[in-house]
C-alpha cells in the first residue's frame, strides 16, 4: 500500500524556521513536491524535486527561504522553511508522482499525504 506520511509541521513565530519530512511508502517516485493551502484559498505549488535531485523548482513565494531535498536511500523529501512569515501559514501536504517528468501542476500528482498544518504568528 502506499502512503505519504507527513511530520514537522507546528507553531513558529514570524522569522523562525520550520523542516517539514515526509516519507513515501510503498514505491519510489519520479519527482516528490510539497503543496500548501491556507483557508479559503486553492492548493498551491510550493516546491519539487525530481528522482536524481538534479531538477528543482521552486514557487516565488519560496525562493530563497525554502530548501527541498531528498533522500533515496530512505525514499524522504524534506523542506526547510526558513524566514516563516504569517502568509505562510496554511495545511502543507506532501505529493508524489509516479510518471517520469517534472511538474508544478497538482493535477500531475498520483498520490497525496494527508497534510501537517504550519502556523506562523506575527
Known amino acids: 500500500q502506499v502512503q505519504l506520511v507527513e511530520s514537522g509541521g507546528g507553531l513558529v513565530q514570524a522569522g523562525g524556521s520550520l523542516r517539514l519530512s515526509c516519507a513515501a511508502v510503498?514505491?519510489?517516485?519520479?519527482?516528490l513536491g510539497w503543496f500548501r493551502q491556507a483557508p479559503g484559498k486553492e492548493r498551491e505549488f510550493v516546491a519539487v524535486i525530481s528522482w536524481s535531485g538534479g531538477s528543482l523548482s521552486y514557487a516565488d513565494s519560496a525562493k530563497g527561504r525554502f530548501t527541498i531535498s531528498r533522500d533515496n536511500a530512505k525514499n524522504l523529501v524534506n523542506l526547510q522553511m526558513n524566514s516563516l512569515k504569517p502568509e505562510d501559514t496554511a495545511v502543507y501536504y506532501c505529493?508524489?508522482?509516479?510518471?517520469?517528468?517534472?511538474?508544478?501542476?497538482?493535477?500531475?500528482?498520483?498520490?497525496w499525504g494527508q497534510g501537517t498544518q504550519v502556523t506562523v504568528s506575527s
Open positions: 510503498g514505491r519510489t517516485f519520479s519527482s
Open positions: 505529493a508524489a508522482r509516479k510518471r517520469v517528468g517534472f511538474t508544478s501542476g497538482s493535477s500531475e500528482y498520483d498520490y
